[in-house]
């Protein structure tokens, strides 16, 4: 069977791709697996440039096909922050948690209607031939003012979905990745690879 680097260092990430792409006939194989290390400087200012400095990279050091995604939340109350930073926010050496609280702190005050935002998710397929292919997805939502659920990662706990009544860190993986911007991402990269 083919192999397929997942690159990323984000094991919540890493955690949905498996499932995403369980029908892909290729063996998944993760940055872990193969002993990377590298940490990979995202230097550019949108999802894709960072999608696509990370895919080339990775595909370059483990000489295999990969994939990798930048994707972030934009709070427009904050115009748009913290955006490609979402993993960046605030310090490197926060927890996800510290960046909710952080965000939590700066939208006090903000009212519900004001407090509307968006994950995005860009993922990059770079092949060792060179190809490159890319599918993005989002999805709306709301920052609610207090962390409720334990699944998922990230900010997934204050990310309110309305049509789910619950923020996506209350949603079973399944339902995640059905509506999520990364699950609707990899339905398309399926479909590529089809
Ligand atoms: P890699 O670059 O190694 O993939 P990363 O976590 O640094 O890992 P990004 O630069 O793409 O990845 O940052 C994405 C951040 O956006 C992530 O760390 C979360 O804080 C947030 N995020 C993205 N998707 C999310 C999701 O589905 N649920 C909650 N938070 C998410």
């Not at 990979?40 to 440039?49: A, K, L, Q, R």
């Not at 948690?97 to 995005?120: C, M, N």
Request: hydrophobic content about 35%.
């Amino acid at each position: 069977m083919k192999k397929l680097l997942v690159a990323t260092k984000n094991q919540g990430k890493l955690n949905e791709f498996v499932t995403l792409l369980a029908e892909l006939p290729y063996k998944l194989v993760s940055l872990n697996t193969l002993g990377i290390t590298e940490v990979v400087e995202e230097t550019g200012s949108t999802f894709y440039e960072n999608a696509l400095i990370k895919a080339k990279t990775y595909s370059r050091l483990s000489k295999m096909d990969s994939l990798a995604d930048d994707s972030g939340l934009e709070v427009d109350a904050l115009d748009g922050r913290p955006g490609v930073w979402s993993s960046r926010y605030g310090s490197e050496s926060m927890s996800d948690e510290d960046r909710v609280q952080l965000l939590l702190s700066e939208l006090q005050g903000v009212p519900w209607d004001k407090r509307t935002a968006r994950f995005k998710c860009v993922i990059v397929l770079a092949t060792t031939l060179g190809c490159i292919t890319t599918v993005e997805s989002s999805i709306e939502g709301f920052i609610q003012c207090k962390a409720q659920g334990s699944n998922g990662f990230g900010y997934d706990p204050i990310f309110y979905l309305p049509e789910s009544d619950c923020t996506s860190a209350e949603l079973a993986t399944r339902d995640k990745n059905d509506i999520s911007h990364r699950g609707k991402a990899a339905k398309q990269l399926i479909k590529v690879f089809k």
